[in-house]
């Protein structure tokens, strides 16, 4: 019990100190308030969110989920704190009353025995982390990258400060109490419950007075309690706040899961608005749980750890996007003196001067991230850095205009022709060729929708996993459907990019069919899908049942449906992002690969600790941002790995199952993944549906595929109309680096046909082509191709080309990524889609001459001045020479192709002659043939005549906008003769006949300007 001098004084010591810390904690709550409204709620069933709350802290389980040894001393620290919530409170009454828990009884043994052994696990925690933190750092802890944007308090070392500080603190703290317990023990004959104490008073004290004792305790009280009352007011501004932030946190954390993006309502009036708010641009449009995220941070760094773009050597860095808020926060707070007690003006309500761009996060760094999620869940107080990363994209998508130029292009692919890649809706049921897969016309009450989505329905090898699964499916005999040209884009891309507004519109057209179909359950082999689908469109209204295809397989292969048979490969499994870890999807893939008698490889990060194959938040549409390295290539170096050891190389082949499209383009496409053909990649239904048919004796062994060779293309030449066409000395440079998008899957196991060569194209280098069908001599060989020349902003072109060969034989060549370049604002379309169906009725553009050919006078018909409407027709074959070219007046449906002007008019390239194998392609600069093309088929020349085939007005590709040019061609009609031929690559002069009537269509997406 204390003297009453010391009671008297130590009461007013407590008042002021107690106030100070009280007003910091205030301040503190007014500017966490200042965030916008959360657009979840955050309060309801409070008591079930409190008792979440003490769980989670009290067992400390997301600390420990890393970092096991650190995570234990750290344990010591916090459990020695929550029990010193009553001790302190305990010693305090003892000073003012006659307030003693002795060991005389069972709760005095256990409350003393506590107090005297957390107090020494508090010591050691302390120690063991400054000892850590300044002799032993880790080679990644608490260091940032130099390409990482910090706070200045940051680059001054304010964190070690600061976390010295506080260890001083903690240690006069307790060292403190333990002197004063010790001297107390001396003094009344020791306790043996009370160890620690016991043997510092023996040592320490042995022999003293009582007087010098009865000090010593006095000193003890002092140091222990008002040390705690002084830290007080420095404790708001520290980043040991987070011992009471933390769990604030964990009780109004979000209940979605980590891969639900919160909703943004109001969209539009906030963009028919003068001054838009739409996303983030300054602390303030944060949402009041992102600040509380900020004061939550403990600032360990594990999300740096974990995060793929850091890993790879990238800007980004999640750590430093919390402490620079936090350090921006406490900034704006501060006044020049620190006795002034008042609040600052932001707490008042007040606006910030900078944009989080300038002190939180680099806009390199913001468009570096995947969305995996990794940085979410192991950040042991559950911030959601992602989260804040996605609203400022949204900021700088829709209000300031600023985004990678390559995204344009998969944003405006799915304005026009719902999927990212801008092909064709008519061409989304392609992948089924050959098979019979129902569409919900054909069976409207399925027992399953099969969601197909846009890779597996555009990208070669996500078309086999589609394929693979509806085979299984008919095996399996489940009642299913799939929507077929009716399915759009999600929108996962576009809401990811920051795109909200394309993601609704895309999302609401999707809601609309699939409240017409009513599904009783939606399967899908691409976790985004899966993901959006059930975990998003809620948001606006569509609730559906979501199950990915590992899941469903797993139930057909438990229920019997499926019989397998043994595989002996190696296989190792990769979790998707957007499966494992933002929907907890681990061991479905696994159960139904171990079906197949396979043991699995499981890789070093795995589960909930899986790295990111770097496609995730429109990565997959855009060039990576620079690094020491792609993060494809980091994850497919621990899959190799993985692979070559012991174990797997006993094995005959060596396998990455996945169980996402896009993780398998990336893998595959990964340079590290060049050089080795031994591993090839495939998704788990792909696996299983060799393992049943093997079971079933159906299996065929397939060779290997040979390597494509180039095939040289003929090349049609068009004749330019004097005064036109020429080049822009204003278009930009054509491409620089290369998109995720660029490369075909290339699987070694399945085989290919020669496929032409296609070159990469660059965002201004799409030319739609419609040319008239010539006749030329057969020769018997090819000449070289032509160097094709970049494209300029003036340089699109349309010419129209009849329909290349019987559909049945017709083969969709894959999509080929693109190189992309700086995209000027005014950025032209690619290719516009049609959004009718072509009329013939409609006038055509009258038909390219090549430039040494001989054209007749045509009879004419309906508007003067244009060609007569031609009827489907077969093309001529190629023959030698200067081939004479008529025209065709029998109608024929327009098709769009390929085709790029050179600089300077070259000669035509003359095609094979007929039942003669094509020669390779020889470039014009280089002697090296082409690189290889998989996933293509080219149909061989035929060897007779072909019968026409009449296109049923299903397949009939979308007609574009007809143009006239001023030099008005007319020609006669002559029979011709059908060629098999692929892509067709055109070339003209540099002096290219321009339109009259039709104007140059307006450019692409152009930065939003609010009104004025």
Known sequence: ??????????????????????????????????????????????????????????????TFRRRSTISIFHAFIFYGFAYYLLVNLVDGLEGYFHFVITSNHVWGKVYNSLADILSFLVLLGVVGLVVRRLFLPSKRDFRFNGKSLLHPLVKNNYILRDSLIVSAFICFHVGSRILGQGAKLELEGGDVWQPFSSLVGSTLFGGASDSALYNWRVFGYWGALGSVLAFLAYFPYTKHIHIFMAPLNYAFKRTANSGTLPPMKGLEAAMESEDPKIGVEKLEDLEWPRLLDAY?????NRCQDVCPANATGKALSPAALEINKRMQLNEIASHPSPFTIKTASFEQGGLTELPMLEFAISEEAVWACTTCGACMQVCPVQDEQMLDIIDIRRHQVMVAGEFPPQLQSAFRGMERAQNPWGLSRDK???????????????????????????????????????????????????????????????????????????????????????????????????????NIIGNEYPQLGGHYQTMHHTEYLETLVAGGQLQTAPLSASVTYHDPCYLGRHNGVYDAPRHVIQSMGIELLELERSRENSFCCGAGGAQFWKEEEAGEQRISDNRFEEIQNRLDCATAAAKEGKVLAVGCPFCKSMLASTPTKQGRDDIVIKDVAELLLESVQRAAGEWQEVAPAPAAEPVAV???????????????????????????????????????????????????????????????????????????????????????????????????????????????????????????????????????????????????????????????????????????????????????????????????????????ERPKWKPATAKAPAPEVSELKVAPTPAAQAEPVQLSPEA?????????????????????????????????????????????????????????
Request: proline share 10%; charged share 25%; hydrophobic share 35%.
């Open 714 to 916: 003929p090349i049609a030449e068009l004749p330019v109309a004097e005064g036109h066409g020429e080049i822009s000395a204003d278009a930009p440079e054509a491409v620089v680096g290369e998109t995720a998008s660029e490369v075909i899957n290339e699987q070694p196991e399945e085989p290919a046909q020669p496929a032409p060569t296609r070159k990469k194209w660059s965002q201004k280098d799409d030319v739609s082509a419609e040319v008239a069908p010539v006749e030329a001599e057969p020769v018997s060989r090819a000449e070289p191709a032509p160097t094709r020349k970049k494209w300029g902003q003036q340089d699109d072109i349309s010419v129209e080309l009849p329909p290349s060969e019987p559909a049945a034989l017709s083969t969709e060549a894959a999509p080929v990524r693109k190189k992309w370049g700086e995209a000027s604002q005014d950025d032209v379309s690619a290719a516009p889609v049609a959004e009718t169906e072509p009329t013939s009725s409609a006038a055509e553009r009258p038909k390219w001459k090549p430039a040494q050919a001989k054209v007749e006078p045509a009879q004419t018909g309906g508007e003067a001045g244009r060609s007569p409407v031609p009827t489907p027709t077969e093309r001529p074959k190629w023959q030698a020479n200067k081939p004479k070219v008529e025209a065709v007046a029998t109608e024929v449906e327009p098709a769009q192709i390929e085709m790029a002007l050179q600089a300077e008019t070259t000669p035509p390239v003359e095609a094979p002659a007929q039942n003669a």
């Open 296 to 300: 939550a941070c403990i600032q360990c």
């Open 1 to 62: 019990m204390l003297p009453l001098s010391s009671k008297i004084l130590f009461f007013v010591f407590a008042l002021v100190f107690g106030g100070l810390g009280a007003w910091g904690f205030y301040r503190l709550y007014l500017r966490i308030r200042r965030g916008a409204p959360a657009s979840e709620t955050r309060f309801d069933v409070l008591g079930g969110r409190i008792v979440s709350a003490l769980v989670v802290a009290l067992t400390q389980e997301r």
């Open 428 to 530: 989304r049921f392609e992948w089924a060729d050959g098979l019979k897969v129902p569409t919900i016309d054909e069976n409207p009450e399925p027992d399953i929708i099969y969601w197909v989505g846009c890779a597996a329905s555009y990208d070669p090898g996500a078309q086999k996993v589609a394929r693979s699964f509806v085979q299984l499916l008919d095996k399996a005999g489940v009642n299913y459907s799939v929507l077929g040209k009716k399915e759009a884009c999600t929108g996962d891309s576009a809401r990811r990019a920051g795109n909200e507004f394309l993601y609704q519109t895309l999302a609401e057209e999707n809601i609309q069919t699939l409240n017409q179909v009513r599904p009783k359950l939606i399967v899908a082999t691409c976790p985004h899908c899966m």
């Open 956 to 1012: 009939a590709p979308a007609e574009r906008p007809k143009w006239q040019p001023k030099a008005k061609v007319e020609a006669t009609s002559a029979p011709t003769q059908t060629v098999n031929i692929e892509p067709v690559q055109a070339k003209a002069a540099e002096n290219l006949a321009q339109p009259d009537a039709v104007t140059q269509p307006e450019t692409g997406r152009k930065k939003w300007t609010p009104k004025k």
